[in-house]
């Protein structure tokens, strides 16, 4: 089987996947995006799931990547611990079956505390092959759940997960803030101020707090809470993932309405950020994957 003569890649997460027929250069002819995360299809259904995917992009190999590997998804792909390279997923690629093969995700223990990652490893070293991050980078990569890696020698060297996308959605929809959350996030000066305080400082679950108390009061409008709690949060995830002192400039891998927020608050650190798309830093990673299995 010749995945590099053309294949399908898959980005199934937890609650969307997304889809894309790449010929033997690594060009997307077509594509989708859907809601149909690992989260709402049962073991039993995926062979159906799959034939899905097929049926709208073509009768092609498949290279599915993310939560589709997990405890919850298709097949179990045991991860890969650090240092972890391109060569290391392929070595322990799993074969869902005869035409579907799993890429792992990427551990990481040290001091007794552990960490994992499932399709972040494919953007992250993708950016790498693709020559957009230098294979001695420190990389983060914001999402439901934030990643801050350092890359040694193109390889993930080490790396740290904070769940920021995900206590702001808990927020918004469960809390005591949720009816002061339902504006927009921007890069304004409201949420670079909140980032810069939170970067400065360490009192994260009174801040919080304090967001509703200042609408209360008078000293901040409604309509500026939600980028305001966003730039505590992001500002405090900038804080943890910079806490060792970094001589290179950051690169922010992600959707680019997220990008634009990390790289608003890291510049609150004097710190030059650069953004990279996340969608083309995966298509470039599971691309080398595919080449280097044939």
């Known amino acids: 089987m010749r995945w590099a003569e053309g294949f399908i890649a898959v980005d199934w997460g937890t609650t969307n996947r997304r889809a894309y027929l790449l010929d033997s250069s690594g060009h997307c002819s077509n594509e989708f995006e859907d809601s149909k995360g690992v989260l709402s299809v049962s073991t039993s259904e995926f062979p159906a799931a799959v034939a899905e995917i097929r049926g709208k992009l073509g009768d092609r190999p498949m290279l599915l990547a993310g939560m589709v590997g997990s405890n919850r998804g298709w097949k179990e792909a045991p991860y890969v611990p650090c240092p972890a ?12 079956d005869k035409r579907e093969a799993i890429v792992p995700g990427v551990s990481y223990i040290a001091d007794g505390r552990g960490d994992v ?4 490893e ?28 350092e890359l040694r020698g193109g390889r993930i060297h080490k790396f740290q997960t904070i769940m920021t996308g995900e206590l702001f959605s808990l927020l918004k929809d469960h809390s005591i803030l949720s009816d002061l959350l339902i504006g927009e996030v921007g890069v304004n000066d409201t949420f670079c101020a909140a980032a810069r305080y939170a970067i400065n400082n360490e009192a994260i679950p009174a801040d919080l707090f ?15 809470a939600a980028s305001y709690t966003s730039g505590l949060l992001i500002g405090t ?23 634009k927020l990390y790289a608003a608050a890291i510049a609150q650190t004097d710190r030059t950020a650069v953004e990279l798309d996340g969608e083309k830093c995966f298509l470039a990673g599971i691309t080398e994957i595919a080449k280097r299995m044939n």
């Open 85 to 96: 390279g391109i060569d290391d997923l392929v070595a322990k690629l799993v074969w869902a």
């Open 117 to 120: 990652m499932r399709g972040e």
């Open 122 to 149: 494919v953007q992250l070293l993708g950016a790498v092959a693709a020559g957009l991050v230098d294979p001695d980078a420190v990389v983060c990569h914001p999402g439901t759940h934030n990643k801050w890696a």
């Open 210 to 224: 304090s967001v509703r108390a200042n609408v209360i009061l008078g000293e901040a409008k409604k309509e500026d």
């Open 237 to 259: 995830d900038v804080r943890i993932g910079l806490a060792t002192p970094i001589a290179a400039d950051i690169v922010v891998i992600g959707r680019p309405e997220l990008t």
